[in-house]
């Protein structure tokens, strides 16, 4: 039986806001009584740029409030900022800036000391369907909170966590082949509920990929955790070799799921482009013995 995959998404990446200043503010606002006194986007950088002369900025530079959240989801928020030139005739003038969501920190205090971009990233869980984002400019001593400078590629988006459990009794977006041909969604326990199982018969083609799935909307550069559970299901004659794949090639070591106990092996891997093409593999091509189920593939972004 070959098992049709199941068209609907199981993961819904529904927001990656970027605002790259290339066409405005992009719903950031400046609240009233903004304390920067220069705000302008710099044609040269395609960046806003902040300034206050001669005056100590402490408080709410930039505000967004962003709609249509998840509650209980944990989403992604990163800048690029970089120090402009000093004021003349003052000591060395250190900006320094933080991000929160309202009285949540979701990127602590940066003195922005580098006149190179630096990129800034941190996380926050949505409480409502709704969270208002603020850059606030504080200021700790009498040069921190002084300067000019520049932010750039502010991304508000979705952390990235992938989950297919099968208790749809479906393979979601991962594409079935000739290895799971005998593969059946079977109820195991309270814990795992519907699972995955393949036994293997002679008759069949028992090694290769079992599983296929390009994943998209990943972030080049990024760190992603990529696992299943598996449990061997027959103690006796041969144990199964199984891994995980990333681009046709093993990841890591291959691992033997123990009989009859639930483990979650998980490899790494970093993002090379915004898509990936993934796959657990069989590597064991008897019948005897050789049977398994799988759990929860996952693919996650690692914090």
Known sequence: MNIPANTSARVSVNVNDLTDFESGLNGWTLPAGNPSKIVRIDEDTNSVLFGNNETTVIGVVLTKTLNSLEPGKRYRVSYKSKKSHNIPNLPENIPSLKVMTGNDEIISRQLLAHQSWREYEGEFTASTNTATIDFVSVSDSPLHGFGNYHLDDIRVR??????????????????????????????????????????????????????????????????????????????????????????????????????????????????????????????????????????????????
């Open 158 to 303: 979705d952390h990235f966590d992938d989950l297919t459990d099968f208790n749809d009794s479906t393979t979601g977006l991962w594409r079935t082949t000739n290895v799971s041909e005998t593969a059946r969604f079977v109820n195991s326990d309270a814990d795992h509920g519907i699972v995955y199982q393949l036994p293997t018969y002679s008759t069949g083609v028992n090694h290769g990929d079992i599983l296929i799935r390009t994943v998209q909307g990943l972030i080049p550069g990024k760190t992603y955790t990529f696992s299943v559970d598996a449990r061997r299901d027959i103690g006796q004659s041969q144990a199964p070799l199984l891994s995980l794949v990333l681009e046709g090639m093993v990841i890591g070591e291959r691992f033997t799921p123990v009989t009859n106990t639930w483990n979650t092996y998980s490899r790494e891997f970093i993002a090379t482009g915004e898509q990936h093409s993934l796959a657990i593999r069989s590597h064991e091509s008897t019948s005897a013995g050789n049977d398994y189920s799988l759990d929860n593939l996952r693919i996650v972004e690692r914090s």
